[in-house]
């Protein structure tokens, strides 16, 4: 018999799942917990394969059950349920060990399918990077063409590298997404590791292929392990030796970077070996200059690049209230000012409408075609937010974005 545990402060939520979720499911017992605290004292008496937990608890919240139960029963997997979804909550559930982030409200049925695969085993595995290339299983992933999530853990540093169908996605460390982060995370030296299959990544932040990003980090780690080698001869030398053989001038800032392959020999006969390496993807800091990508986006457009950086998310406008398009990243061969003049009626509707029968303020709505959603969303009081999206798009992290962003659209565009 295998034992799931549901925790929320909610008794309606409770007594739902309690009740509902193993059906199907015989060899499956259902506990339940209105706290944290509760939780733990049911883990330290019962065996419990799953946890499923509300994150907005009174006292020990979510988060801190996870963590307690990642540190002191490392085989029980853990599930966040949460009403009021957000990229930090996101983000750090998933790397303090919760195998899913599931937003209330949720088809019963989709709940038991992911119960089911987590009770089969089926979520992938756990160990040392000691004896094991990360590079290794980021190819055993792009072979097995994986949906998954491998988070690495080091004494000082914490990563996920995420897989959509066997490509590279996503990424995050520290401050670092994308690429910078991807890169940072084959680096580790040491740590645990953790490959979650049937993990959605939360947004798109990688474009290029997987062969690509592999070729790109072994040219990295090659140039790394010169340039290493090189230092550590440097330093062996004698000072007196150094001072000599470079004339008092410190070759620090200097002896390691590369001749361009034309002050050996010429252009016409270089070889593939000559070819300059790509060195180490740059972290972007607040005093970089911006890339010719960005210098040629408006600040309007950076921020509605967060709404198309979502999978299935293809043309994100800001339109005004009075039809006319303001700015706009959109697929190609779509009209984005036909989108804003024809939006305008339809978004205006909806908010008489909300009005008329006393529900208020209009916050966001969706229209559901056959080949995917639109959404509206006002943007202070002169604008609003069209978003279209492909058939089977994840509506919950664009809802997240919308609240993320709306007050940073409305600044940009007062400026």
Same mark, same amino acid.
């Given at each position: 018999?295998?034992?799931?545990?549901?925790?929320?402060?909610?008794?309606?939520?409770?007594?739902?799942?309690?009740?509902?979720?193993?059906?199907?499911?015989?060899?499956?017992?259902?506990?339940?917990?209105?706290?944290?605290?509760?939780?733990?004292?049911?883990?330290?008496?019962?065996?419990?394969?799953?946890?499923?937990?509300?994150?907005?608890?009174?006292?020990?919240?979510?988060?801190?059950?996870?963590?307690?139960?990642?540190?002191?029963?490392?085989?029980?997997?853990?599930?966040?349920?949460?009403?009021?979804?957000?990229?930090?909550?996101?983000?750090?559930?998933?790397?303090?060990?919760?195998?899913?982030?599931?937003?209330?409200?949720?088809?019963?049925?989709?709940?038991?399918?992911?119960?089911?695969?987590?009770?089969?085993?089926?979520?992938?595995?756990?160990?040392?990077?000691?004896?094991?290339?990360?590079?290794?299983?980021?190819?055993?992933?792009?072979?097995?063409?994986?949906? &998954?999530?491998?988070?690495?853990?080091?004494?000082?540093?914490?990563?996920?590298?995420?897989?959509?169908?066997?490509?590279?996605?996503?990424?995050?460390?520290?401050?670092?997404?994308?690429?910078?982060?991807?890169?940072?995370?084959?680096?580790?030296?040491?740590?645990?590791?953790?490959?979650?299959?049937?993990?959605?990544?939360?947004?798109?932040?990688?474009?290029?292929?997987?062969?690509?990003?592999?070729?790109?980090?072994?040219?990295?780690?090659?140039?790394?392990?010169?340039?290493?080698?090189?230092?550590? &001869?440097?330093?062996?030398?004698?000072?007196?030796?150094?001072?000599?053989? #470079?004339?008092?001038?410190?070759?620090?800032?200097?002896?390691?970077?590369?001749?361009?392959? &034309?002050?050996?020999?010429? &252009?016409?006969?270089?070889?593939?070996?000559?070819?300059?390496?790509?060195?180490?993807?740059?972290?972007?800091?607040?005093?970089?200059?911006?890339?010719?990508?960005?210098?040629?986006?408006?600040?309007?457009?950076?921020?509605?690049?967060?709404? #198309?950086?979502?999978?299935?998310?293809?043309?994100?406008?800001?339109?005004?209230?009075?039809?006319?398009?303001?700015?706009?990243?959109?697929?190609?061969?779509?009209?984005?000012?036909?989108?804003?003049?024809?939006?305008?009626?339809?978004?205006?509707?909806?908010?008489?409408?909300?009005?008329?029968?006393?529900?208020?303020?209009?916050?966001? #709505?969706?229209?559901?075609?056959?080949?995917?959603?639109?959404?509206?969303?006002?943007?202070?009081?002169?604008?609003?937010?069209?978003?279209?999206?492909?058939?089977?798009?994840?509506?919950?992290?664009?809802?997240?974005?919308?609240?993320?962003?709306?007050?940073?659209?409305?600044?940009?565009?007062?400026?």
């Amino acid at each position: 018999m295998k034992r799931v545990l549901v925790v929320d402060d909610e008794e309606d939520m409770l007594w739902m799942l309690q009740r509902n979720l193993n059906k199907g499911m015989p060899d499956v017992e259902i506990l339940a917990a209105k706290s944290g605290e509760e939780a733990l004292a049911i883990i330290s008496d019962k065996n419990v394969n799953l946890v499923i937990t509300d994150i907005n608890m009174p006292g020990m919240n979510g988060l801190d059950l996870l963590i307690e139960v990642n540190n002191r029963y490392p085989q029980t997997g853990v599930i966040i349920m949460t009403a009021y979804p957000s990229n930090a909550y996101k983000n750090e559930a998933m790397l303090s060990g919760s195998l899913r982030f599931i937003e209330k409200p949720f088809d019963i049925n989709d709940m038991r399918k992911i119960v089911e695969q987590i009770l089969k085993g089926s979520e992938g595995f756990q160990g040392t990077v000691e004896g094991i290339e990360l590079m290794d299983i980021v190819q055993f992933n792009g072979l097995s063409r994986a949906t &998954a999530a491998l988070k690495v853990t080091t004494t000082d540093h914490e990563g996920m590298i995420f897989f959509k169908n066997g490509e590279v996605v996503h990424a995050m460390c520290g401050n670092e997404s994308g690429e910078n982060a991807f890169f940072s995370i084959l680096r580790f030296q040491g740590g645990t590791l953790q490959n979650i299959r049937g993990v959605e990544p939360p947004i798109v932040s990688i474009k290029k292929n997987l062969e690509s990003l592999l070729f790109e980090a072994a040219l990295n780690s090659d140039e790394n392990e010169v340039q290493d080698d090189a230092e550590s &001869a440097l330093e062996d030398l004698d000072s007196d030796m150094l001072e000599s053989a #470079t004339g008092g001038i410190n070759p620090a800032a200097n002896v390691f970077a590369p001749k361009p392959a &034309a002050a050996t020999q010429p &252009a016409d006969h270089q070889g593939a070996s000559d070819l300059k390496k790509p060195g180490p993807p740059p972290v972007k800091r607040d005093n970089d200059q911006p890339s010719p990508e960005e210098n040629d986006m408006t600040n309007i457009q950076k921020i509605l690049s967060e709404f #198309t950086n979502i999978e299935g998310v293809h043309t994100a406008c800001l339109v005004g209230r009075d039809g006319f398009l303001l700015d706009s990243l959109a697929r190609s061969g779509i009209d984005a000012e036909m989108i804003g003049a024809i939006a305008s009626s339809g978004f205006g509707s909806a908010e008489s409408m909300g009005m008329q029968l006393g529900q208020g303020d209009l916050s966001m #709505t969706m229209l559901e075609y056959g080949n995917g959603p639109v959404l509206f969303a006002p943007v202070g009081d002169e604008a609003f937010l069209v978003i279209v999206a492909d058939k089977d798009t994840n509506l919950g992290w664009i809802r997240i974005a919308i609240k993320k962003n709306s007050k940073r659209i409305q600044e940009a565009a007062s400026l």
